[in-house]
Structures are given as C-alpha cells and as structure tokens.
C-alpha cells in the first residue's frame, strides 16, 4: 500500500510540473485561428499561413482550415491566405496578404472577409472582435499552380488600385 501511494505521489508531482512548465510557456504566446465558413452558398477559408518566414505547421489530425496556432508574441510579419468559392463552375479563388503586426500575449487572432467584384477584403480582429488590420483589399485569382500561386505572394504585401473604393 505503501509504495502504490509513492507511485502515486511521484506521478502526480510530475504531472503538476509538466503543467507548469506548458502554462508558463504560454503566458508570452498569442493564438491565431483559420477557419473555414459557408455565407450565403459562398466558401472561404481565411488561412494564416507564415510567421515571421517560418511555415506554420499543422498536427496530422487537423485540417488546415481548421488549425489554431500558438505564436510568439509581439512584433510579427504575418502571411496570410484567402480561399473563395462561390460555386463548382467557378472554382476556387485565392488572394494572399501579408501584414506586419503586434501580437499581445494571451489573445488569440482571427480574420474576416468578404468578396465583391473581382477582390477579397479582409481584416484581422482579435478576440476581444477589435480590427487591429484592415480592411485591406486585392485582386482574387484562380487557384491554380504553386508557382502562379508563388508568384502572387511576391507581391502579397502591395494593394491593388483597382479593389480601391
């Protein structure tokens, strides 16, 4: 009896540190969301894709436009991807961004969009539903190769004259 209430005790005293150690990690980190939504028959998945130059990755049980990540927080050069379709004919549209932002800790950061004509505008808000980027606005395109696709990101960080309103 005694040494299954060691056991116990030792396990515990583990677990409890193991805990800490992830909490403290998480005071100086910041969260952002993808998510997918479905308005009125149209789709988009608003995607937060690099931080910082480094590729956000995604555990194998989740799907990208349902992943959340845990981000340093502070100043950060944020990459982002918008997918639009507003049926099958059609097909599925892109426009990326890229916007540099400071993250507080302990808030989590998710985007909002919306199509007109041949642009996405999109603002990021945080959870307290404050923009704190945007609305900004670009041309969508069709969501063809990696390297169309490559070729848009160069210019990701430049507004286009003609989604002005």
Request: hydrophobic share 40%.
């Amino acid at each position: 009896m005694t040494r299954i209430f060691i056991v116990y005790a030792i396990v515990m005293l583990l677990l409890s540190c193991s805990t800490t150690k992830t909490q403290h990690n998480m005071i100086d980190k910041a969260t952002l969301l993808n998510v997918a939504i479905l308005s009125d028959s149209k789709k988009y998945e608003l995607l937060f894709s690099r931080v910082n130059g480094k590729k956000l990755t995604i555990g194998i049980s989740t799907e990208e436009k349902n992943a959340i990540f845990t981000v340093d927080a502070g100043l950060s050069d944020i990459d982002m991807r918008i997918t639009y379709s507003a049926d099958n004919l059609v097909g599925v549209r892109a426009a990326y961004f890229r916007a540099s932002l400071f993250l507080e800790k302990n808030n989590t950061y998710s985007m909002r969009a919306y199509a007109n004509n041949k642009c996405i505008t999109m603002q990021i808000v945080d959870s307290r539903s404050k923009v704190i980027y945007g609305p900004v606005s670009k041309p969508h395109y069709i969501f063809d190769s990696g390297e169309y696709l490559y070729s848009l990101l160069a210019s990701a960080n430049k507004e286009e004259s003609k989604c002005l309103h």
